[in-house]
């Protein structure tokens, strides 16, 4: 999960790129979803990928208009196997 922060509040300048460059993400990171908060400051992005090093790439493509946040995560039934031998 990618938790990101913008920098300028409103986010045009970063609908304004992407939609001028595209996501910029290197091959073997992949976009799955996204939600926007509705004062348009954060956005989650769901992305896979299994190499974490891609994310460094791809920040640097916009670390000058996002603060982000890295956060690994598994899906629910992914956790429910993990867990299930201590249950």
Do not use: H
């Amino acid at each position: 999960m990618v938790i990101e922060q913008y920098k300028t509040p409103g986010a045009v300048e970063i609908y304004r790129r992407a939609k001028q460059q595209g996501r910029m993400m290197p091959d073997g990171l992949e976009y799955v979803s996204s939600w926007v908060d509705l004062t348009f400051s954060r956005c989650y992005q769901l992305m896979k990928t299994e190499d974490v090093n891609l994310f460094d790439r791809w920040i640097n493509n916009w670390k000058d208009l996002v603060d982000f946040e890295i956060v690994p995560v598994r899906t629910s039934a992914e956790a429910m196997e993990k867990i299930a031998p201590r249950l």
